[in-house]
């Protein structure tokens, strides 16, 4: 049995009990109702599809219209559609500074008296979507963490274990490369990988974790403090396993190179889980980012990814809402983890998982210490943000235009334009 994240990692109390918002006679019976839903995940159209049919069974006046909007150009649309005032009725929201400042820009309903279930769930969920004197905004959905796929076939082909620590894992690398293997599905063209998943995935464990996120974040620590440029060093050290032609590989060029089976590993989201099963992967295994040395604690990117929240300007504020509180049942929950395999949801309960790698995944956090990415929160509400410059820097890093001393004083000198702490 599945207990739920927090439970695990949190270490919170939570009580089980759903309030149920009472809605106009309107809308429990009547008049057809057709929600528009955005979100940054075109990959998800025929899974939310399944789960949405299930609220439209039950809710046979409601129809959802998922309409995802490609990842790299979401924010971007989602905002000036917003400002145009033609924006979606229901809308994912990324955690922390990015939904708050479609929040701080006059667009979200406010739900901590709409969604009574809110209470219910865990404060550091409900803080990713919440401002500072405690206005909830969106409904949290799910959790991703990071670490590192491969076939099992390859591994078992050279006798490999699934390394623990990080001269293990170099050591499965350099076997890899010798036998002229394709190490690593890894590519460069786009930024947000780099950072997102490898630098706030497997460098955490070299910069302290959650720890040291809240010292910078505080501005006790600094980017260019040791920690941090160590695990820029550390991520260098990969550089040698990325296939030929790196630098021009993107995303989904990425994902297609490990999911056909033309690349031993790959440093990827849990998220993805849901398309390597699609693309038939048999043979599918996962490790945990690997420690800088045996017996360290893991310290393990466990992300507050997405949450739901409603458009303040929607003409049918009533059913956006009835769906909203269906979003913060155990019902929804369950469908929305073993239909999107590798999300996890943060509403209260125990759940099964139906995926062995989904299950493997969530068993990891129990002995480990829990963060989220580098520089999510606080330090990329302005521009120039935190997550940008990461991106920046991470790619400078693997174009040989940065050394990992160069890249954390790229992002740290970024932040000290316009970061409070980083600017006495």
Avoid at 120 to 131: D, L, R, Y
Wanted: proline letters at 5%; glycine letters at 8%; aromatic letters at 14%.
């Amino acid at each position: 049995m599945f207990k739920k994240l927090f439970c695990l990692v949190v270490a919170l109390v939570f009580v089980s009990s759903i309030s149920v918002c009472v809605f106009s006679q309107e809308i429990a019976g009547g008049k057809p109702v057709t929600l528009v839903f955005t979100s940054w995940r075109t990959e998800d159209i025929e899974r939310m599809n399944r789960i949405n049919a299930v609220f439209t069974k039950e809710n046979p006046n409601i129809t959802i219209n998922f309409q995802p909007i490609k990842d790299t150009e979401y924010d971007a649309q989602l905002t000036s559609s917003l400002e145009a005032g033609v924006g979606s009725d229901i809308i994912f929201l990324r955690s922390y500074d990015p939904g708050e400042l479609i929040y701080n820009g006059g667009y979200l309903y406010e739900l901590n008296d709409a969604i009574p279930a809110l209470a219910n769930f865990p404060g550091a969920a409900i803080n990713a979507w919440a401002t500072d004197d405690g206005v909830i905004y969106g409904v949290p959905v799910g959790g991703v963490t990071h670490g590192v796929f491969y076939l099992k076939s390859i591994f078992d082909k050279y006798g490999l274990k699934e390394p623990a620590t990080w001269a293990e894992f170099l050591d499965v690398c350099q076997t890899l490369k010798d036998n002229g293997e394709t190490v690593f599905a890894q590519g460069t063209k786009e930024g947000w990988p780099l950072y997102e998943v490898m630098y706030s995935g497997l460098g955490a464990n070299f910069y302290g974790g959650e720890a040291s996120r809240l010292k910078l974040m505080a501005g006790e620590m600094k980017m260019t403090d040791e920690p941090f440029v160590k695990a820029f060093a550390a991520m260098k050290q990969l550089q040698p396993f990325f296939p030929k032609g790196y630098e021009a590989i993107d995303y989904a060029s990425m994902q297609q190179l490990f999911g056909t089976g033309r690349a031993a590993m790959y440093i990827g989201g849990s998220w993805e889980i849901g398309l390597f099963r699609d693309l038939e992967i048999t043979d599918l295994g996962w490790f945990a980012p690997p420690v800088e040395n045996a017996g360290d604690t893991l310290q393990y990117c466990f992300h507050v990814d997405c949450g739901l929240g409603i458009n303040k300007d929607s003409k049918n504020i009533e059913a956006a809402l009835k769906y909203a509180e269906w979003v913060s049942t155990p019902e929804f929950a369950e469908l929305f983890m073993n239909e999107l395999p590798g999300f996890f949801s943060y509403t209260p309960g125990d759940y099964s998982l139906g995926d062995p790698v989904a299950k493997e995944i969530i068993d990891a956090a129990a002995n480990a210490d829990i963060t989220v990415r580098t520089v999510w929160e606080k330090l990329s509400s302005q521009e120039p943000s935190g997550n940008t410059l990461m991106w920046d820097a991470m790619v400078g890093l693997y174009t040989d235009k940065y050394t990992p001393e160069q890249a954390a004083a790229y992002v740290q000198h970024g932040l000290s334009t316009w970061y409070p702490p980083f600017m006495k």
